[in-house]
Every structure is written in structure tokens, then in C-alpha cells.
């Protein structure tokens, strides 16, 4: 559980409002420069635009103004914190490339971490003007109202979402996305947090992702649960690219429940 002993003893909902306001200040920034802004390639050959940084940067001040104890990790701007206290975990674009060419189904994620476990997520999706907010043991809402992942139990019938399938290959794991792409009749490239909000509101059933940030999976592990689901963080192993990346197999329990073989198999299927 957060430690609260350095700040007071507070809710969760005093957080939630502490992000909200944060992501609400984040996206006057990123809606003002939405296909009106140059893009720039970061060292590690990902795009990042000035709108990834003023977010960023709005989204720090506020956080640190609410909560001046609890330490930083950010995308754009680093880490700013000791493993002893809790931090929030910060993309402030998630879907760049997008953003970047004018699509408009990127999003912001904020989460508080404590002890390695996320205990509040957001995701927001300023361009669609939907929100999703959840803390441990509160439930998952939808711009307020609560929502629930997909019942749905048959891989045929259900939507599947994939990420990006460069991401398999550098995470070792192309041979699952060929797999999937061979026996799901209904599998989509929702990709990036867009897709972890579908599999939050029900209409997508499960999806897998792989070469995921800190920043990137936090939010989802935490708001999964909280809306009904299972997430289940999967480790780089000995053919990823990416040994401190994670993938997520997430939604309906019984949807993940048959895909995680595919995901745990090698590429002969032991």
C-alpha cells in the first residue's frame, strides 16, 4: 500500500484529482499544437514532438505541486526518484507517430507506483474527449461512469488487439503474432494505450503487447483488474531485444487464460 506517513493521510480520490488536473493541463498543451507541430527523432530513433514535452512538463509541475514526496519517471524527462517512496510513472503522448501524423487516437497515461505495484491509473484520450481513472480497490470509470471488461469466452467471437508487430520481433515473440494472426478471425491493430482503453470499455476483447516502457504498461495493470479483467506482465526473456521491457496479455480472464499458451510457447510451439 502507498506509504502516506510523509504527506498525510489521504485517499485515493485525492490523487485521482491530482492527475486529473494534470492531464487536463496536458492536454490544452497537446490539442494546441494537434497536426500543427514539427517532429524530432530521439536518440533511441523514436519521434518526439514539442508537444510530448510541454505535456510532460505541465503534467511534473502539477504533480510535483500536489504531491512533493512522491517521485517522478517520465518518458521525455527521466526518473526523479528513489526506490523508498512512490512515484508516478508519466507518458505524456503515448501514440507519437500518430500524433505526429495527425491521428487522433493517442493518449496520456499516469499512474502511481508504489513498491514496484501501481496502485492508480489514468489513461486519457484527449482527442475523443474519454478518460478512464481507476485506484486499487475503486474500479475502473469511463468519463465517470463505471465500465467493465468484455465476458466474452470465445477467441472466435472476440475482438483481439495486437501492438505493433515490429514490437513482437524486437521482443523475441514473432512467432506469437503469426500464430494469432492465423487463428483469430477477428484480430485488429488497435495499438498503443488506444487499444488497452477499447479492452477497458468491453468492445475489445483481449489484446497482447509487447516492448512496453514502464510508463507505457502502469496505468493498464492497475485498471484492468480494477474493471474486471486479467493482466499478466510478461518478462523479456533470452530472444528480446529489450531485456528491460515487459509485455501485457490483458481482458476478459477466460480470453487470456487460452492466449497465454501462445504467448508463454517458443517459436516450435514448446
Known amino acids: 500500500m502507498v506509504r502516506f506517513a510523509a504527506v498525510g493521510a489521504k485517499p485515493y480520490s485525492e490523487w485521482a484529482r491530482a492527475a486529473e488536473a494534470a492531464a487536463d493541463r496536458a492536454r490544452v498543451e497537446i490539442l494546441s499544437r494537434f ?20 505535456a510532460e512538463r505541465v503534467i511534473r509541475e502539477t504533480l ?21 517512496r512512490p512515484y508516478w510513472a508519466i507518458d505524456p503522448i503515448d501514440g507519437t507517430i500518430g500524433f505526429s501524423r495527425g491521428i487522433p ?6 499512474a502511481l507506483v508504489d513498491q514496484g505495484e501501481p496502485v492508480f491509473g489514468l489513461i486519457d484520450l484527449p482527442a475523443l474527449d474519454e478518460r478512464y481513472v481507476g485506484w486499487k480497490g475503486g474500479g475502473c470509470r469511463r468519463n465517470g461512469t463505471p465500465v467493465r471488461v468484455s465476458q466474452e469466452t470465445d ?15 524486437r521482443f523475441g515473440k514473432r512467432h506469437v503474432f503469426e500464430r494469432m494472426a492465423a487463428r483469430l478471425p477477428m484480430l485488429r491493430g488497435y495499438t498503443d494505450a488506444f487499444g488497452h482503453a477499447l479492452v477497458l470499455g468491453g468492445g475489445v476483447g483481449a489484446m497482447v ?7 507505457d504498461a502502469a496505468a493498464s495493470q492497475l485498471l484492468v483488474p480494477e474493471a474486471g479483467g486479467r493482466c499478466v506482465t510478461i518478462a523479456a526473456d ?11 496479455v490483458f481482458g476478459s ?7 497465454l499458451p501462445w504467448v508463454e510457447s517458443g517459436p516450435d510451439g514448446d
Open 105 to 110: 487516437l493517442f493518449s496520456t497515461l499516469i
Open 64 to 84: 510535483r505541486a500536489a504531491t512533493p514526496d512522491f517521485g517522478l519517471l517520465g518518458e521525455e524527462f527521466g526518473a526523479d526518484h528513489t526506490p523508498d
Open 155 to 169: 477467441l472466435e467471437r472476440a475482438i483481439i488487439s495486437h501492438g505493433d508487430p515490429f514490437a513482437f520481433e
Open 238 to 248: 533470452s530472444r528480446s531485444a529489450s531485456p528491460d521491457k515487459v509485455g501485457l
Open 209 to 215: 503487447d509487447f516492448e512496453l516502457n514502464p510508463w
Open 253 to 259: 480472464p477466460a480470453l487470456v487464460e487460452q492466449l
Open 35 to 54: 497536426r500543427g507541430v514539427a517532429v524530432e527523432t530521439k536518440a533511441d530513433g523514436s519521434p518526439v514532438t514539442e508537444a510530448d514535452r510541454e
